[in-house]
């Protein structure tokens, strides 16, 4: 079955400290793997996808097929990166869907 | 700029109502989606279109339905509103090709008293 895991529900930081959101998923064949961000009051919003493999504010992530992860990292937190946080999963072939896991929310403490 | 706009930000209605959400992207998308986001279950799939009058059902369908008669416009229909159906609801826009993102509008919060 095609799933994506965000096993944490809620992640505190304080500021300044290395950040990571994990990402687990199950899909059989190559995914297209994202990150959304949801900002206070704002719309959902792209973060990154892994096919560009870029550094937005700071994040990266890695795709890792060998152990099925995608996990989001920062090395400094800062406090506006307080949000909700989603992993989303976009099959390849013959699909339009995308699976979204159930979130991580991030608090960057001062 | 890119957009998707959803008819109303909030919205309460009584049990046993005919609901309807409408979104309306500007970007020429193929594709539009309906999803529910509810604290703890994340985005969950409601139906998706990836043409015009062409539907395809997601993970919760039960209870909805969906019209889309023209490709920049995507409406969510609760036939008879239920206290389960109270939620946020939220419309996506992407186009076709792979690696090309979704882009979301602002959210319904319906409540069904």
């Known amino acids: 079955a095609q799933r994506v895991t965000q096993p944490e529900k809620l992640l505190s930081v304080f500021k300044g400290a290395p950040v990571e959101l994990k990402c687990n998923y199950s899909?059989?064949?190559?995914?297209?793997l994202f990150w959304y961000v949801q900002y206070s009051r704002q719309r959902l919003q792209l973060l990154l996808r892994h096919i560009s493999r870029e550094s937005i504010k700071g994040f990266t992530a890695d795709l890792n097929k060998g152990e099925t992860s995608f996990h989001l990292k920062k090395p400094f937190a800062q406090e506006e990166d307080s949000a909700m946080y989603y992993c989303a999963l976009r099959g390849t072939s013959g699909t339009y869907k995308y699976i979204f896991g159930t979130g991580t929310r991030l608090k960057v403490l001062a | 700029d890119v957009k998707v706009t959803q008819s109303s930000r909030y919205l309460v209605k009584r049990t046993g109502e005919k609901v309807f959400l409408e979104c309306v992207q500007d970007?020429?998308?193929?594709?539009m989606f309906w999803y529910r986001q509810d604290p703890g279950l994340g985005l969950r799939l409601i139906y998706f279109?990836?043409?015009?009058?062409?539907?395809e059902k997601g993970d919760i369908p039960e209870g909805y339905s969906v019209s889309r008669e023209k490709k920049e416009r995507f409406s969510l229909i609760l036939e008879s509103a239920s206290t389960n159906q109270t939620s946020m609801y939220l419309c996506a826009s992407s186009p076709r090709q792979l690696g090309d993102t979704q882009y979301f509008g602002p959210g319904t919060r319906l409540t069904v008293l």
């Open positions: 279109s990836y043409d015009v009058k062409m539907k």
């Open positions: 970007m020429d998308h193929e594709n």
């Open positions: 899909y059989s064949g190559s995914p297209e």
